[in-house]
């Protein structure tokens, strides 16, 4: 059987932040069946700035990357950033599985509990998975979104010190405290950041609620999906809001990259 490849779409940049970038490529490959391999290929700039605009132009750049990873002949494509912008825009322009890391944590935490709480990595992110989760369906399931406050500099120092990823952690324990008190039975760290960081407690348990370990889930989701399409023939939905893009469309958006301005 000819090996499978996956495209693994991180936001942020390897050689700057290669701590994680490097942990996440041994950490994935540990988790892979066999006949399975997956590739981590990052975003320059990184997602740095915490903004609507930056998400923006990652999910730009996230889109050409999943047009490229079908060209190149890969089986799958993993947006492995929870607000997974670009993500019905990446379905509906290539014909391979697309798997976004908050849609499938957040539909797996469905199935092991009740009623899941978010905790994102900054405040700003808030209203951005209250968003999310309405777009998803899963407004009945999800019982509050709270955040910590920590940038890549402060994550990239938790990978490597044991003090900062105690009070990271510490942080994330203090903010899950209210999501408990409304009947949250699983927790999600609402990024690949917080994810990989706290993938090294397992099982990683507050008060008896699942802090959901997101990169192995989006993983196997990715196998799920892998195993379906070669079962089925079916990556999306053609007729509704994952359409196929016509191929003008995709020329159009391949060609305006190289643009700078609208025309006058």
């Not at 903004?51 to 490229?68: G, K, M, N, S, V």
């Not at 899950?176 to 407690?201: T, Y």
Request: aromatic share 8%; charged share 20%.
């Amino acid at each position: 059987m000819t090996a499978l490849r996956v495209w693994y779409q991180s936001f942020v940049d390897p050689a700057e932040q290669a701590p994680y970038i490097d942990r996440l490529r041994d950490r994935l490959r540990t988790l892979a069946s066999p006949g399975i391999t997956v590739e981590v290929h990052g975003i320059s700039p990184p997602d740095r700035y915490f903004h609507p605009i930056t998400e923006f132009r990652c999910a730009q750049q996230t889109i050409h990357a999943a047009l490229e990873a079908e060209r190149a002949g890969y089986d799958a494509f993993v947006i492995g950033h929870f607000q997974e912008p670009g993500l019905t825009e990446c379905r509906g322009a290539v014909d391979i599985p697309v798997i976004g890391l908050g849609e499938a944590t957040m539909l797996f935490a469905c199935s092991i509990g009740r009623r899941i709480g978010l905790v994102t990595i900054d405040p700003v992110f808030i209203p951005w998975h209250e968003e999310q989760v309405i777009r998803h369906g899963l407004s009945q399931r999800i019982g509050g979104v709270a955040a910590i406050k920590a940038d890549l500099q402060r994550f990239m120092r938790a990978f490597t010190d044991a003090g900062e990823y105690a009070a990271v952690r510490a942080d994330f324990v203090q903010q899950v405290r209210p999501l408990l008190d409304r009947g949250c039975d699983v927790l999600i760290p609402a990024g690949g950041l917080p994810m990989l960081l706290f993938s090294q407690e397992q099982p990683f348990l507050i008060d008896g609620a699942v802090v959901l370990e997101g990169i192995a889930t989006v993983m196997k989701a990715t196998e799920m999906a892998l195993a379906l399409h070669r079962l089925t023939g079916v990556a999306a939905s053609r007729s509704g809001l994952y359409s196929r893009a016509p191929a003008g469309a995709i020329a159009d958006f391949q060609n305006g990259a190289t643009k700078r301005r609208p025309t006058v």
